[in-house]
């Protein structure tokens, strides 16, 4: 229950060795995203450090934001990091559980880019978030990171009914009756699947109280492909393309699994049944992302079963703008999302 251990790596150590030498100690690379992931054929795995993680103190003083990273569990070496606003007030505020994208397979929660990301919603929405550092794949394939998001909803309800000291100077501030689940990418794909989870047996979260969930750009996928995953295959104004996309699943789902699984595809034959999603959502869309047909008929197929669904569409920004982009119109559509973050957080 202690803050993180300094013993704790909070990125994995890199070392710089040419193709021929990887390939000639650990065999062909057979599968690979260019400049993000290669495994090889002894199952070697390579993540160049394309973003840098950083320590939860680096943070301007300007956002009056306190940060701090709490482990979790130390056999699978899951730890969260913590984001709580410096408000004025002494009401207690909102939790936002939330779990970073990446395909399942590279990303942390001490990326520069997410710390920054997080830390200014935190500040904007005037809520608590729990940024979670998951197991990652192909070492740890689905649903290692669904049984992670499980593993913290415990972690945090533990917290509350004990109330240990080490965790008091978040715990005293939190509104454990008012906790949603979010995440972007494939960590909005992680909350979806942790919220049917817990759906299943919500006597289980008690006292807790998951009141919705916040999935920004939701990686699904399916067999079939949708019409913008045909006309945006290599969008240049995204982060995501549809050769990364089908390797990620690869590389995510078990042994024998296809695109049409339901941890992929939700609206897929088989899959759990919608109206089993027993929370209010909101959906973040990108108008420049292959996922956005996707995520439509995700936020369609949510209506029909009589869940609240509430989406918008952010007109000429791609997948991950939010985090990955420096541009005008990203920084603009940013401060847009995360205005409606917050008015779907505190209308409930």
Not at 82 to 97: G, S
Not at 133 to 150: K, S
Not at 308 to 336: C, D, P, R
Request: with cysteine; net charge neutral; proline share 5%.
């Amino acid at each position: 229950m202690a803050a993180l251990a300094s013993s704790l790596s909070l990125s994995p150590q890199y070392r710089t060795r040419s193709k021929e030498y990887q390939q000639h100690h650990h065999g062909s690379v057979v599968e690979e995203i260019k400049g993000l992931i290669r495994v090889h054929k002894d199952g070697y795995i390579e993540r160049p450090q394309v973003v840098p993680c950083v320590s939860s103190s680096a943070l301007s003083p300007e956002l009056k934001v306190t940060s701090r990273d709490m482990v979790i569990d130390n056999v699978t070496n899951t730890w969260a990091r913590f984001y709580v606003p410096n408000l004025h007030h002494h009401n207690k505020i909102p939790l936002l559980v939330y779990f970073h994208g990446g395909g399942f397979c590279i990303g942390s929660a001490a990326w520069s880019c997410y710390h920054d990301f997080l830390a200014k919603l935190s500040a904007e929405v005037g809520c608590m978030i729990m940024s979670v550092n998951y197991r990652l794949a192909p070492e740890n394939p689905l649903p290692a990171p669904y049984d992670d998001g499980i593993k913290t909803l415990m972690w945090v309800k533990q917290q509350f009914l004990y109330q240990y000291n080490d965790s008091e100077w978040w715990t005293k501030k939190c509104n454990f009756s008012s906790v949603f689940l979010g995440g972007d990418s494939a960590g909005a794909n992680i909350a979806y699947n942790v919220a049917i989870r817990v759906s299943e047996s919500e006597s289980a979260l008690r006292p807790l109280n998951l009141k919705g969930l916040v999935l920004i750009q939701p990686f699904f996928g399916g067999e079939a492909r949708t019409a913008s995953e045909k006309s945006m295959a290599e969008s240049p104004g995204s982060a995501l393309n549809l050769a990364a996309s089908d390797a990620y699943w690869r590389l995510a789902l078990p042994c024998g699994a296809d695109r049409d699984h339901p941890w992929c595809n939700p609206i897929a034959k088989g899959s759990v049944k919608l109206k089993n999603l027993l929370v209010p959502t909101l959906v973040c869309i990108s108008e420049m992302d292959i996922l956005k047909d996707r995520n439509l008929e995700f936020c369609d197929a949510l209506a029909k079963e009589g869940i609240t669904v509430e989406y918008s569409v952010f007109k000429g920004v791609g997948h991950a703008f939010q985090i990955l982009s420096k541009s005008h119109i990203s920084k603009y559509t940013t401060h847009q999302m995360m205005s409606c973050l917050k008015s779907f957080i505190m209308s409930l």
